[in-house]
């Protein structure tokens, strides 16, 4: 059960900021935003406040931000459409109702000439039982809603569609999405410092494990490593060094301890790690704890795992790995697992690493993913104007539509990998 609560904490965490990164400088561009999706598929839960409807779906597979204009609008109404319209004091229309007319005692029938909820904003047709017969023109309210099946929807007049805002505008609102990842995993980085400390390179002792040979020689944390075997010593790598190449050999440690020197005898155990023996005595590296650092810390991490990750992609697209190299969610899962039983700090180390990859994987230039909606507005950059809409739609869709295979084909690796055997 704990791994099943870290799992969706760290799924939702991810994806929950993935996702906000678009959602802010969408709405900042006055983009409307019908939706905020964690998750794919049927709905669990949904709230609507102000604008935008906010869902958990079923799936853990990602997320989305459902933009206007983005999809097919709604309802199109067009000549010969018999609509009802209820309007406010200026005799502006706020309500456009499909069917169920006869639940809205306030409506007026309207047999419609002609109509436009993008541009003009204005419904013209002929309001039945008028005995002058006279067609009559209604402007639309900007924030006026659609009611269809009892569901009301907001109209979106062209300035609050994606495709209305500047190259940069919609650009950002793309690119936020994978930057909000690392972002939080430069947060998550610094978290894990301010917590539990980073990682010294002075010669002193760490913790201690318990069953460790320098607990047993009674070595203690922060005892500050001189000497061993008669060579002297200044750093922590030094100190790992001459442990490792020494498994069951006596060592002799001169330490400071409390401003006195003491020598102890500590023999590393023989340890078998990758077909090589090496000594250990289960001591971690010593840790520190500063603000200053952490942010250096948080930096670093990032920057370090970031061309680790894209070392490994570059392997992957050159096919120095194979596809079954590939995890999905199932073995995200067991990773999280075996993480979990390492402790809460190895399980924000995980999500900082996880929120990366996920930063990368999405600013590839794929179709259907953040980096191949980029590629489309490089493209349009530089010949001056958009692709066809259509035949974008089509790329993203056939994309889309491989990636889920992938993603199939990758979760049957994960299960045969972990549950057949």
Not at 92 to 103: A, L, M, S
Not at 110 to 135: C, M, R, S, T, W
Not at 336 to 347: E, I, P, R
Not at 373 to 398: C, N, S, T, Y
Request: glycine share 10%; proline share 4%; net charge negative.
């Amino acid at each position: 059960m704990y791994t099943v609560i870290a799992f969706i904490i760290i799924f939702g965490a991810l994806v929950f900021f993935h996702e906000l990164g678009h959602f802010v400088l969408a709405k900042r561009a006055g983009i409307l935003c019908r939706e905020f999706a964690i998750g794919m598929g049927p709905k669990v839960l949904s709230l609507k406040r102000g604008e935008t409807v906010y869902t958990i779906r079923l799936l853990p597979i990602g997320g989305y931000v459902r933009m206007a204009g983005e999809d097919p609008e709604m309802v199109e109404i067009k000549a010969g459409h018999r609509i009802g319209i209820i309007l406010n004091n200026n005799e502006e229309v706020t309500k456009i109702i499909i069917n169920n007319k006869d639940k809205y005692p306030d409506t007026r029938i309207i047999n419609v000439e002609e109509a436009d909820l993008e541009h003009q904003l204005f419904i013209k047709g002929y309001v039945e039982d008028d005995l002058e017969d006279k067609l009559y023109q209604f402007p639309i309210k900007k924030d006026a809603v659609i009611v269809e099946n009892g569901t009301e929807t907001l109209i979106a007049p062209y300035d609050r569609q994606f495709a209305s805002k500047t190259l940069l505008q919609r650009t950002l609102a793309i690119f936020a999405g994978p930057a909000m990842n690392f972002v939080l995993a430069f947060v998550l980085f610094v978290i894990l410092a301010l917590l539990q400390g980073m990682p010294t390179d002075e010669a002193k002792l760490g913790e201690l494990t318990e069953d460790g040979a320098a607990m047993s020689a009674g070595l203690q944390e922060g005892d500050k490593v001189i000497s061993i075997d008669g060579q002297s010593v200044s750093s922590w790598d030094e100190v790992v060094t001459i442990i490792q190449k020494s498994p069951g050999e006596n060592l002799d440690f001169l330490i400071e301890r409390n401003g006195e020197e003491l020598t102890v005898d500590v023999t590393p155990k023989e340890t078998e790690v990758k077909g090589k023996t090496i000594g250990l005595v289960g001591v971690y590296s010593p840790m520190e704890k500063s603000p200053l650092k952490s942010l250096q810390f948080g930096v670093k991490r990032t920057y370090t795992w970031t061309k680790t990750i894209i070392g490994a992609v570059g392997k992957l697209v050159t096919g120095q790995f194979s596809i079954d190299a590939l995890g999905g969610p199932v073995a995200i899962y067991q990773s999280t697992d075996t993480v979990a039983q390492s402790g809460v700090y190895s399980l924000v180390n995980w999500a900082a690493v996880l929120s990366i990859n996920l930063g990368i994987m999405n600013l590839l230039p794929l179709p259907a993913l953040d980096g191949g909606r980029l590629l489309f507005f490089a493209i349009e950059a530089v010949r001056g104007k958009p692709i066809d809409r259509q035949k974008e739609g089509m790329v993203h869709f056939i994309g889309f539509a491989l990636l889920m295979l992938l993603m199939i084909v990758v979760t049957w690796n994960d299960i045969q990998r972990f549950f057949i055997k």
